[in-house]
């Protein structure tokens, strides 16, 4: 079954970070590009950022550039996404999809709150 | 960036009715590289359209896709109950990948 986990989602104070991890399963991990988009609570979807399938190119939304870092190892079939600086408005439930042109495959999500 | 507007924002129809959802770009989307995912209360997003037209894996013919450049519209003929979701657009030729607001299709 092609299945995607997400994992690492927790309550942090601002300027803190955290850790986002998506686990693959089911499909050549390493044939494709791999994403993250977000949803605030009651809100619409927003695209995050991308790593290419070999994790030479990645890509941001200016919301998060210069805080948040895409990764993959491809060995462990595993996308990360490493958040620093976290602001109020980065509470959202986290998605990881996988890329093969449009986003085929979506993950559960985890949640990440930031607050005081 | 491309920004996607989508129309209307609620759609309130009746099961057997036809449902027509809009989503127009601010430039045009390259290669209708133009996506519609369904989202119902407490799921992930699922793939419905690729490519402006082309139905994802499992989708069932009542969904059907259509338009080029700047305006695109998914078309839901014969709505069923398990329809009524929230349907988003999204391009994905060019980084912002960006999504549209979203229309809400209610009973």
New interface residues.
């Given amino acids: 079954e092609v299945q995607l986990v997400e994992s690492g989602g927790d309550l942090v104070q601002p300027g803190r970070s955290l850790r986002l991890s998506c686990a693959a399963s089911g499909f050549t991990f390493d044939d494709y590009p791999m ?1 993250w ?1 977000r949803q605030a609570p009651g809100k ?4 995050v950022s ?1 790593i290419s399938w070999n994790g030479v190119n990645t ?1 941001y ?2 919301s998060v550039k210069g805080r948040f870092t895409i990764s993959r190892d491809n060995s462990k079939n595993s996308l990360y996404l490493q958040m620093n600086s976290l602001r109020v408005e980065d509470t959202a439930l986290y ?1 990881c999809a996988k ?1 093969d ?4 495959i ?4 985890t949640m990440v709150t930031v607050s005081s | 960036e491309i920004v996607l507007t989508q129309s209307p924002g609620t759609l309130s129809l009746s099961p057997g009715e036809r449902a027509t959802l809009s989503c127009r770009a601010s430039q045009s989307v390259s290669s209708s590289y133009l996506a519609w995912y369904q989202q119902k209360p407490g799921q992930a997003p699922r793939l419905l359209m690729y490519g402006a037209s082309s139905r994802a894996t499992g989708i069932p013919d009542r969904f059907s896709g259509s338009g080029s450049g700047t305006e695109f519209t998914l078309t839901i003929t014969r709505l069923e109950p398990e329809d009524f979701a929230v349907y988003y657009c999204q391009q994905y030729g060019r980084s912002p990948f960006t999504f549209g607001q979203g229309t809400k299709l209610e009973i």
Avoid: I, P
Wanted: no cysteine; hydrophobic share 35%.
């Fill in positions: 994403h988009v619409g979807l927003e695209w991308g890509a939304a200016d998605y890329r042109g449009a986003y085929d979506w993950g559960q999500g």
